[in-house]
């Protein structure tokens, strides 16, 4: 594990932790989308919805979106033979105050692009009355394919969400582009989405998804944790990751310990709910590691103390550890348990907020040594 590996992890932290900000919730996912992965995704949405007491309409809406995007996803997994193209699809789902975003990005072949361009513009251009004679007039003539309807799901969409879609199409090659579409349901009733921030939203959606790229990130969690949404992000990482059972029992234990650890440590602002906390949470992946990341945040004053005991912990050897977690008052027996089962020092930093608060990361790295074959 190189120092530049280290200082990579320490500002993607940071970053990710920035495009939080002004959400409540952000949930990224990056890979291969089969229905397995749709189950855990609108899972862990129904948990989050269950936190925040979400009126039940715009619960319904939320999940009607997410069902039709991540279909989108599944539908257009034309797979090439090609392992240094990243082909992966991308889905990010954010709630702000007023609204939730709902963002897809998958390749699709250039020469459909006219079509879907044709379909969006239409869809957008008409109000609610006028899209659901378009979606009659759609049923009773329009064609089906294997990649699914004549454009009803983006008909219905848009009558469910009252929005417009805001997208791109970035060339990438082999004849294929990338699609990013966005599409906003509003919070508040009578909330008006904004519509002339179209190339602000993109040009963020790109940005972010290439930050993921370069840095292998296949999985980030940003919001309210508690137990049941801890379940289904172990559900989600089980589901990618490909290896033997062995490598796959130590991510899954290390995962649960690093969770568990801001469960139980995080410093607890006075509008998170009592059952859980500001948590934060990605995975990525290098040829010989995988790297397992949480953040919360952490009162300034308890600093000083908690970095010596995770200095204390991180530059012994196992036998010293296992003798520190045997005292009654020692606190850290998560953060032996973590280096016990990497075999690694972890790494940890920490981001002044402000005068009361910092931000708290640790990555956990674990080897790849005999399981050459893994995906995530």
Avoid: W
């Avoid at 939320?62 to 989108?72: A, D, S």
């Avoid at 049923?139 to 969400?161: D, Q, V």
């Avoid at 990618?240 to 059972?245: D, L, R, V």
């Amino acid at each position: 594990m190189s120092g530049d590996s280290k200082v990579q992890d320490k500002n993607i932290a940071y970053d990710l932790y920035r495009e939080f900000q002004g959400n409540t919730l952000e949930y990224t996912y990056r890979g291969v989308v089969d229905s397995n992965v749709v189950e855990d995704i609108l899972s862990l949405a129904e948990s989050s919805f269950s936190d925040v007491k979400e009126q039940l309409l715009v619960r319904k809406k939320v999940y009607f979106v997410m069902v039709e995007t991540l279909q989108n996803i599944t539908r257009h997994q034309d797979l090439i033979d090609d392992p240094d193209f990243d082909q992966s699809g991308l889905f990010i789902l954010r709630r702000s105050s007023n609204t939730y975003s709902i963002t897809s990005g998958n390749l699709i072949k250039d020469d459909q692009i006219d079509t879907l361009r044709g379909k969006l513009e239409i869809v957008n251009s008409k109000n609610g009355e006028e899209l659901k004679e378009y979606a009659r007039e759609v049923l009773s003539k329009g064609t089906f394919s294997k990649k699914g309807g004549a454009g009803l799901g983006l008909i219905e969409m848009a009558r469910k969400s009252g929005s417009k879609f805001k997208y791109r199409f970035v060339p990438a090659k082999y004849g294929y582009s990338t699609f990013y579409v966005n599409i906003e349901i509003p919070i508040p009733k009578g909330y008006e989405v904004p519509t002339d921030n179209e190339k602000q939203i993109m040009d963020n959606t790109q940005k972010y998804h290439k930050m993921l790229q370069d840095n292998h990130v296949a999985l980030n969690f940003s919001g309210q944790l508690n137990q049941m949404n801890l379940k289904n992000l172990l559900n989600i990482l089980s589901r990618q990751i490909n290896s033997s059972k062995a490598l796959k029992s130590k991510i899954h234990n290390v995962m649960i310990e690093l969770l568990q650890n801001v469960l139980q440590h995080a410093y607890r602002k006075e509008n998170e709910a009592h059952n859980g906390c500001f948590g934060m949470f990605y995975i990525r992946q290098d040829k010989e590691h995988i790297k397992i990341t949480t953040a919360n945040h952490i009162e300034n004053v308890k600093i000083p103390e908690f970095n010596k005991m995770l200095k204390d912990i991180n530059e012994t050897n196992r036998e010293t550890r296992n003798e520190l977690s045997k005292s009654a008052d020692f606190k850290g027996i998560g953060y032996v348990t973590i280096l016990n089962k990497s075999k690694h020092q972890y790494d940890y930093q920490f981001y002044k907020l402000d005068n009361n608060c910092s931000l708290f990361a640790l990555s956990a790295y674990l080897d790849k040594e005999n399981d050459k074959d893994i995906t995530m």
